[in-house]
C-alpha cells in the first residue's frame, strides 16, 4: 500500500510480530522452566474459573504434556471446585481480587487468562511481567487505558522472546482461514465493505452478592467496566473478522445503540441491548456492524463481505480441528518450536474496536480511533487494583430504587472522552 | 435488465408513465375544463393541511405564477386554517380569493375543499391522512400536489399506488414534495451515476440525523383525538415516526440512484430519551433507527435516522459504487472525477414551477409512483425497527395493517392510548408484530 498511514496502521496491528514464524535468536525465559523444544511438561495456571476458563483450559489439557499447577479466581467457592476439578493441592487454589498475582508466581510457564474482560490488560500484564506466556479470552479490554497497556505488554512479551494466544477461536477455524484466503487471492475482487452480525436473544442473568461490587462480580456482563457491552463480550468476534478481511482497523464509529428490553431491574446493569455500527476505514470503506440482545428477533452470528467483483460470506469450505482445541495447539507448538507468536495484537486491536463502537453508539458522536485512543476514559479501576475486595465501591453503584438505570448511557448525554 | 423481476419493480416504481414520461398527453386534460391549460388561464387551488409546509407550498405554487389562485382553506382546526389564510392574503394579495364558505375545518374538511371548483389540490395534512385524501382528489377530477411523507402503512401504500393509476388513466398531475428530485445538483449526479460514472452502485448511505422536532402541549378541552392530530407528529398512524415524516428524503435518493426500491429491511432502533422528563406520555415514536436495506441484486442501502440533542447532526446521502463514490448532490469522486457547477435553486420552489409548467403545457407528470415507493421504504424499515425482524417488502405490501380509524371525529375513540403509568405504547422489539 502507498499508503503511509495505512502501512503505519498495519505496524501498530502487527507490530514486531513481522518476522512471525521465525526462531528467536536470543535466550528465551522459557527455558528456565525446561519444556522447550519439545521435552518437558507445560505447566499453566488457570486465571478465572468460570465456564470459558474451564473450557480453555479442557482446550489446553487436551494436548501432550500439559499440566494446571494453579488455579485463582474472584471468588473462593470457584477457585476451591476448580483446584478440586484438576486435583489440586488446596495451596494451588487462590481467590480475591488479587489471586491471580499468587498464581502468576507459581513454578509454571503459562498463564490461561479468562477472568471478565475488564480484569484483562491487568492479568496480561503481570503475566508478561513475571515471563509466563500467556493464552487470554476474547475481548482484551475494556476501555482505551486498557488498550494502551495491552500493547505496551505486547511489545513486552515480543521483546521476552514470550507467546500469547487470543481466544479469537476463529482465526484458528479452516473454514475462515481458507476464506481469507481466498478473498485475498481476489475472490469478491477490491473489498468495499463488510457485514458483521451478532444478533441473538442475550446471556445468562445473576441475582445476589452481598455487596454491589460482590453482585457486579457475579453478575459481570452487564457492567462496562467488567465486561465491556456486548459489542465487545462477544460481537468482538466478528469485528475481528472485519478487520482481518480489511488488514487493517477503522479509524472512526458513527453508531446508535440503546436499550429497549433491558429495563428497570438490578440484574440488567447498565449496558444497552442493541448496537447498529459504520465503522469507516482510513481508505473510505466501511464495516457495519450489528449486535443485538433481543429475544424474538432476527437472529445472526456472521460476516460477510461485498467487493467490486462479488459479495458473500468470508467464511469458506474447509474443515479441520475444533478451532477451541486448535487455538491452544497452535500456542503449544509456537511454545514448543521457539517461533514467534503473538495473537495479542490483533486482540488488542479488534477489542479497541469494540470499544470504538459502543463509545459512538453511547455518546451518539463520531469518535476517532486516535481521539479514543488518546482521551478515552477508564473504566476498569487501574488504580491500586490488587487492594480491592467485595467491599469495595465499584465504580458504579445502584441509584435510590436499587437498579443501574442512572448510569445507563444516554446518546447526546454521555460524552465519549 | 436481465432480471425480469426487477423490470416488473421499475414499472411498479414508475407506473404507467414510464411509457410517455415527457410526451404532451394525446387527449383533452380534466385541466381544460378549468380553462387553463396551455394558457394563461386561473388555476384555481384548495389548500389541505394548511400548516407551515402547506402554506409554503401553496405560496411556493402562487410564485411560480400569477395566474395561481387560492380559492379554498381546509384544516383539522380553525385556527390553524385562518391563521394560514390571513398570512397568505398579507403575501399575496391579488392571488389569494378564499371566501367566507370556502375555509374549511374538522378532520372531513379535505372532503368540502375537494369539492369545490378547485383544479388543483394542494395537501400537506399529516402523512397517515394522505392516501385517502389523494384518492378523493384523483377520484374527484383533481391535479395534485403532495407533500411527502405520501403514507404511513401498507394499505396507504395500495390506496396511493391505485390513485396513481387512475390519475393517468383520468390524465391528471401529481406532484410530490420530494423536492430534492427537482435540484440539477442532485438531478445531474445521479444522471451521471445510472451513466456509469462510479460504476455498479454496491451500497449507499443516507442521513437524517438531528436534534428533533417539536412536541405540541394538550390544552385542557381537547378531546384525545384532538390532542394526538394537534401533536401528530408523535403517533405513528399520523405521521410514520420520523424515518418516514423526514427521512424519507434520504431514502428517495438511495431509491432514485438504484432506480429501484429494497426487497427487504433489518433494522435496530430505539426510544431512548424522546419521551423522558417533561415529554413523558407525550407520543410514542422512536427517537433513533438504522436500518440495513436489501436490493434484488444484494446491494445495500444504511440508512440512520435520528432525533436526539448532543449527538452529530448530519444530512446527507452518499453511494458507493465499483468505480468510484458520490455525495449523490454535486460531486463525483474516482476515475470519474467530477463537480457540480450548475446554479443552486430552491428544491421547494422548482418542484412548484415545474408541476405549473407541466399543467400549463398540459405534459403528463405523475411523481405519485414514486412518492409512494420511497414512502413504504421508509415504512419497511420502521416496520423492520419495531419488530427487530427482517422483513420483506412483499410481505408488508401483501400483509401489513393500518391503525387509521374508521371513525375520524374529534370525540371517536383515537386508536392509539395511554396505558397504566400513563404513557403511550411505544413499540419494543421482539414484542411487535410486522404483520
Request: overall charge neutral; aromatic content about 10%; charged content about 20%.
Amino acid at each position: 500500500m502507498s499508503d503511509k498511514k495505512n502501512s503505519t496502521r498495519r505496524e501498530f496491528l502487527k507490530s514486531s510480530s513481522a518476522a512471525a514464524g521465525v526462531a528467536l535468536a536470543g535466550g528465551l525465559s522459557i527455558t528456565r522452566s525446561a519444556h522447550a523444544q519439545g521435552s518437558g511438561e507445560l505447566k499453566a495456571v488457570l486465571i478465572g474459573c468460570g465456564g470459558r476458563g474451564s473450557g480453555a483450559a479442557g482446550n489446553f489439557l487436551k494436548n501432550p504434556n500439559t499440566k494446571i499447577v494453579a488455579v485463582a479466581d474472584a471468588f473462593e467457592d470457584k477457585a476451591k471446585g476448580a483446584a478440586g476439578r484438576y486435583k489440586l493441592s488446596p495451596e494451588a487454589a487462590f481467590w480475591g481480587f488479587d489471586g491471580y498475582r499468587k498464581a502468576i508466581s507459581v513454578d509454571c510457564d503459562m498463564c490461561i487468562i479468562a477472568t471478565p474482560p475488564g480484569f484483562r490488560p491487568i492479568h496480561h500484564k503481570a503475566a508478561i511481567e513475571a515471563g509466563k506466556h500467556v493464552f487470554m479470552e476474547k475481548p482484551c479490554c475494556t476501555d482505551a487505558p486498557g488498550f494502551n497497556m495491552l500493547m505496551e505488554t505486547n511489545k513486552l512479551a515480543d521483546e521476552k522472546g514470550l507467546k500469547v494466544g487470543v481466544g479469537l477461536q476463529r482465526r484458528h477455524q479452516a473454514s475462515y482461514t481458507q476464506g481469507i484466503k481466498e478473498i485475498r487471492d481476489g475472490k469478491y475482487g477490491d473489498i468495499m465493505f463488510t457485514r458483521v452480525y451478532w444478533n441473538g436473544g442475550g446471556v445468562w442473568v445473576r441475582g445476589g452478592g452481598a455487596t454491589p461490587m460482590e453482585n457486579q462480580m457475579r453478575n459481570w456482563y452487564y457492567f462496562n467496566w467488567l465486561c465491556g457491552d456486548n459489542i465487545c463480550e462477544q460481537h468482538v468476534h466478528n469485528l475481528d473478522i472485519g478487520n482481518w478481511v480489511m488488514d487493517d482497523h477503522p479509524v472512526e464509529a458513527n453508531a446508535m445503540g440503546g436499550r429497549e428490553v433491558r429495563k428497570g431491574k438490578m440484574e440488567f446493569g447498565q449496558i444497552f441491548d442493541h448496537h447498529f455500527v459504520e465503522y469507516t476505514y482510513a481508505d473510505g470503506r466501511k464495516m457495519y456492524s450489528q449486535c443485538r440482545h433481543i429475544r424474538g428477533c432476527w437472529s445472526s452470528v456472521s460476516e460477510a463481505a461485498h467487493g467490486t467483483k462479488g459479495s458473500g460470506g468470508v467464511s469458506s469450505r474447509g474443515r479441520g480441528a475444533n478451532p477451541y482445541d486448535q487455538e491452544h495447539t497452535d500456542l503449544i507448538a509456537a511454545i514448543k518450536n521457539n517461533e514467534k507468536y503473538n495473537e495479542g495484537w490483533y486482540g488488542a486491536t479488534s477489542s479497541m474496536t469494540a470499544v470504538l463502537g459502543r463509545m459512538a453508539s453511547y455518546s451518539g458522536q463520531v469518535v476517532k480511533w486516535d481521539d479514543a485512543l488518546e482521551k478515552g476514559p477508564a473504566e476498569m479501576i487501574y488504580e491500586n487494583h490488587d487492594q480491592l475486595t467485595m467491599e469495595s465501591t465499584p465504580p458504579v453503584v445502584p441509584g435510590e430504587d436499587g437498579t443501574y438505570e442512572d448510569s445507563v448511557p444516554v446518546p447526546g448525554v454521555y460524552r465519549a472522552y | 435488465m436481465k432480471d425480469p423481476k426487477k423490470r416488473s419493480r421499475r414499472e411498479f416504481l414508475k407506473g404507467s408513465s414510464a411509457t410517455v414520461a415527457g410526451a404532451a398527453l394525446a387527449g383533452g386534460l380534466t385541466v381544460t375544463r378549468s380553462a387553463h391549460a396551455a394558457g394563461s388561464d386561473v388555476i384555481k387551488v384548495a389548500l389541505i393541511g394548511a400548516g407551515g409546509r402547506g402554506t409554503g407550498a401553496v405560496a411556493q405554487q402562487m410564485k411560480a405564477d400569477k395566474n395561481v389562485k387560492l380559492i379554498a382553506i381546509a384544516d383539522a382546526f380553525e385556527n390553524r386554517a385562518l391563521g394560514s389564510l390571513n398570512n397568505l392574503k398579507k403575501q399575496f394579495p391579488d392571488q389569494v380569493d378564499v371566501p367566507t364558505d370556502h375555509v374549511f375545518f374538522g378532520l372531513n374538511a379535505y372532503k368540502d375543499a375537494v369539492a369545490t371548483d378547485c383544479s388543483l389540490v394542494t395537501m400537506a395534512t399529516p402523512p397517515g391522512f394522505r392516501p385517502m385524501q389523494y384518492a378523493a382528489a384523483i377520484e374527484a377530477g383533481k391535479h395534485v400536489f403532495m407533500e411527502k411523507p405520501c403514507c404511513v402503512d401498507a394499505p396507504g401504500f395500495k390506496q396511493l399506488m391505485a390513485a396513481s393509476t387512475m390519475a393517468d388513466e383520468k390524465n391528471l398531475l401529481v406532484g410530490v414534495g420530494l423536492q430534492r428530485r427537482h435540484q440539477p445538483n442532485y438531478m445531474d449526479t445521479v444522471k451521471r451515476i445510472h451513466d456509469g460514472a462510479i460504476g455498479d452502485v454496491m451500497f449507499t448511505r443516507v442521513y437524517w440525523n438531528g436534534g428533533g422536532i417539536w412536541n405540541r402541549g394538550r390544552s385542557e378541552d381537547m378531546t384525545e383525538m384532538q390532542y394526538q392530530v394537534h401533536n401528530w407528529y408523535h403517533f405513528c398512524w399520523l405521521s410514520g415516526d420520523n424515518i418516514g415524516e423526514q427521512h424519507v428524503h434520504n431514502l428517495d435518493i438511495g431509491n432514485w440512484v438504484k432506480d429501484d426500491h429494497p426487497v427487504e429491511a433489518n433494522g435496530m432502533g430505539g426510544c431512548t430519551a424522546r419521551y423522558l422528563g417533561g415529554n413523558k406520555g407525550t407520543g410514542q415514536i422512536f427517537d433513533h433507527h438504522f436500518v440495513e436495506f436489501t436490493y434484488a441484486d444484494g446491494a445495500r442501502m444504511y440508512s440512520q435516522c435520528r432525533h436526539m440533542r448532543g449527538c452529530q447532526g448530519n444530512v446527507s446521502e452518499a453511494a458507493h459504487g465499483t468505480k468510484g463514490t458520490s455525495n449523490c448532490s454535486g460531486r463525483i469522486e474516482g476515475e470519474n472525477e467530477w463537480r457540480f457547477d450548475g446554479r443552486g435553486v430552491s428544491g421547494h420552489q422548482q418542484e412548484q414551477t415545474d408541476l405549473v409548467a407541466a399543467l400549463r403545457a398540459g405534459k403528463r407528470y405523475n411523481e405519485g409512483f414514486y412518492g409512494a415507493t420511497s414512502s413504504f421504504t421508509a415504512v419497511l424499515g420502521r416496520v423492520a425497527n419495531y419488530s427487530g425482524k427482517v422483513v420483506k417488502w412483499d410481505d408488508l405490501v401483501a400483509k401489513g395493517t393500518s391503525q387509521m380509524p374508521d371513525d375520524l371525529a374529534w370525540n371517536a375513540p383515537a386508536p392509539v392510548q395511554k396505558n397504566a403509568e400513563g404513557d403511550y405504547p411505544i413499540p419494543v422489539p421482539g414484542q411487535f408484530n410486522p404483520f
